[in-house]
């Protein structure tokens, strides 16, 4: 691997340990306000909601700058979210722009892998991404929850600067001054991104027209670019795995958290640990993944999706520890193990349709839709009465039947368009060979 990858994945791993930290900080701070449940929920879809909003822009402004600066903005805008909350926004909103941050860091951070490395790597270079980034789930949640508990927040409200009165007066506030230091680790790795040399691709693309007039031009263009790889043989079915499993993915996490408090009568602190369970087991797919899994042989992963519905089902009938943790990390492999060559594959074939940055603003588009709609619904769900059970239930089963589908899918693209599958899958063949 060339040298500027590990900067990206240094720059990466702090931007995400910060972001999932701050996650289970704004859980505390909502619990401690005396919040609603509902609320607590919300915080999944409020963090998707700039990812969809801002879907047809973030992916062209990525390609239309050199990547690296690209993510020194938008952790410049996770440190300004951080802020308002710390200093009293209610943490929805606060979390939300959090979440804008992140909506333009994922097309730059995914797009430069493209642009860095060749076809033949890509496989591994997810593997090791998702590998890192979920390391950095697993330690941003146990370092939120160790934040907010009793014994770290107590050692850090007890320092005090002289001549200075910080105004920092609960864990919680501890907690946030701290990523925000975290935030500002990250963009400095940011500014020591090496420039690809890829070509840009201006965001105006009719210098005679106001900028208004050439954002409104991107949208039927990022249409566009969303039909085409919705119509891609290949690409549409490694869009429709990885947009599922990254919407019970992002809603997973705050599920976990409920279920240990339901079925094990854990608080925060606790219930954390259980989430960075869940991760392990992703890290340890993510890289068996990405050492044995080849580009062309991806969709062979596909049946593993209806295993892992089935494993979030079973989820409901354990009741101790000893039984939860190797059942979670299990439960993670499943879902690493199947997202690294899908996730390799989409961004194959979206960088062969219509350049790095957009096909990843395409891919983040569906995937925080299906994470905003589901938890949506069971944010209703929840201010209605559902129990965690019952949610862990329906996530489940839609899960498990909608890979099922998507096997169907990708099996009737076999028969009807056997020729196209063979030319495409050819394709990545020899740029894994070749690239």
Sequence with gaps: MKRGFYTIMAAQFFSSLADNALFVTAVEL????????????????????????LAPFVGAFADSRPKGEVMLMSNTIKVFGCLLMLFGVHPLLAYALVGLGAAAYS??????LTELLPASQLVKANGWIEGLTITSIILGVLLGGQLVGHQLSSCLLS???????????????????????????????????????????????????????????LLPDFWQCNQRLWQDKLGQISLATTTLFWGVSGNLRYIVLAWSAAALGYGTTQASSLVGVVAIGTAVGAIVASLKMRLEHATRVIPLGILMGIFVVAMNFITNLE????????????????????????????????????????????????????????????????????????????????????????ETNTVKHRAELDRLINIARHDELHG
């Design 159 to 217: 320092f005090d600067m002289p001549f200075f009165n910080t105004g920092i007066d609960t864990p919680v506030e501890a907690a946030i001054s701290l990523l925000v230091v975290l935030y500002g680790i990250a963009a400095w790795f940011n500014t020591r991104i090496p420039y690809t040399g890829a070509a840009l691709m201006p965001m105006r693309s009719d210098p005679n027209k106001s900028m208004l007039r050439n954002l409104a031009h």
């Design 107 to 112: 097309p730059a951070k995914y797009g430069i």
């Design 323 to 410: 039984v939860a943790v190797p059942f979670l990390i299990v439960l993670g492999a499943l879902g690493g193990f199947m997202v690294v060559p899908m996730n390799a594959l989409l961004q194959h074939r979206g960088h062969n349709l219509m350049g790095a940055g957009r096909s990843i603003a395409v891919q983040n588009l569906n995937e925080q839709l299906c994470i905003l709609g589901l938890g949506g619904l069971y944010t209703l769900c929840t201010s209605l009465g559902l129990s965690a059970y019952g949610a862990i239930t329906g996530f489940g089963v839609l899960v498990a039947y909608t890979m099922w589908l998507i096997k169907i899918w990708f």
């Design 30 to 53: 909502l619990k401690t306000n005396g919040s609603g449940e509902w609320q607590r929920a919300a915080l999944v879809p409020m963090f998707a909601l700039f990812y969809v909003i």
